[in-house]
């Protein structure tokens, strides 16, 4: 049976309800590594801004006994500034009044899913390029180099020295636990251990049985002398389908990820009618969503890539 009888924009009204959720439901269907990567906040503004705070000196807790119980106030540099900068993303779809008409329904409503999965697909895509682009000098973070580059400055005022988290090891058990070792004397600008804690593998698929045998066999995966694995149970084991280096492997702290890795929403995902459209004989909606992404600090990854 035909849901529309007579000329005017009526047949619209009655899918517009149908339409925005099949594409929300189509937006969700898959499960997003966003909420277990990045810190995902709202955002009020056109851009939000994050300023780094350098290290406070452990030799600043002395200085209370030091100066016969006067309590200091602590000194400390202005550390990088990080700008996110919110984009708009926008497509329009349409729908043929025919189609209502003819009560087809199920091609009508399939644009509006396959809207939503591709908004959902491109999202994903967007935050896969964080390490997509991590060895990149052209994709570069608030102390100006890659997420993973062997030039990390300390500081802005402390540019003389530099840190590395840029490796080129393959996935193997001797090269986890050196990149390991590495990333745990990771130091803040002041030169003192940040007390990093490696606990997450980010891989491609390609890279997810090995990196999964390193770090759930009880016994040494490299030897046949029942030797203890010392990497058992150290590290989760994430697959990314959207890593396109099969090659390239991240070591993550995933307590300083939070603190670094940003994602803000400035308007989530929606669907609505265009507004101002003849809907004779055909209707139009508006899919929209605006955000911005990033990292304000490195110290919590360290990226490997052999190829």
């Not at 102390?143 to 802005?156: E, G, N, Q, T």
């Not at 002041?190 to 009880?218: F, H, M």
Request: proline share 4%; glycine share 8%.
């Amino acid at each position: 049976m035909a849901i529309v009888t007579g000329a005017g924009s009526g047949w619209a009204d009655l899918l517009d309800p149908t339409v925005k959720f099949k594409a929300d439901a189509a937006f969700v269907r898959r499960q997003s590594m966003l909420p277990m990567l990045f810190n995902v906040q709202g955002s009020s503004g056109a851009r939000e801004q994050i300023s780094g705070v350098g290290a406070i000196g452990i030799d600043a807790w002395k200085n209370y006994e030091n100066s016969g119980g006067i309590t200091p106030e602590v000194d400390f540099d202005q550390g990088y500034k990080k700008t996110y900068t919110h984009k708009e993303y926008s497509l329009d779809f349409g729908i043929f009044r025919k189609d209502a008409d003819d009560s087809n329904l199920a091609e009508a409503f399939r644009v509006a899913e396959r809207i939503g999965d591709s908004g959902s697909l491109f999202r994903e895509t967007e935050a896969a390029s964080v390490f997509n682009n991590a060895f990149n000098s052209s994709f570069v973070g608030a102390d100006a180099v890659a997420l993973c580059s062997d030039l990390h400055p300390l500081s802005p005022q402390k540019t003389g020295v530099t840190q590395d988290n840029n490796f080129a090891l393959a996935l193997t058990k001797t090269n986890v636990r050196t990149i390991r070792e590495a990333m745990m004397a990771f130091t803040d600008d002041n030169g003192n251990k940040r007390g990093i804690t490696p606990n997450l593998l980010l891989v491609p698929p390609q890279l997810q049985d090995d990196a999964i045998e390193i770090v759930n066999s009880t016994l040494n995966p490299d030897t046949a002398n029942n030797t203890v694995n010392p990497m058992f149970g150290r590290f989760q084991v994430m697959p990314w389908h959207y890593l396109t280096d099969s090659n390239a492997w991240f070591m993550i702290d995933s307590n300083e990820m939070r603190m670094s890795l940003d994602w803000f929403n400035r308007a989530p995902f929606s669907v609505a009618r265009r507004e101002g459209d003849d809907t004779t004989l055909k209707a139009y909606w508006r899919a929209y969503m605006r955000f911005s992404y990033g990292w304000s600090g490195w110290q919590w990854v360290a990226g490997s890539n052999p190829s």
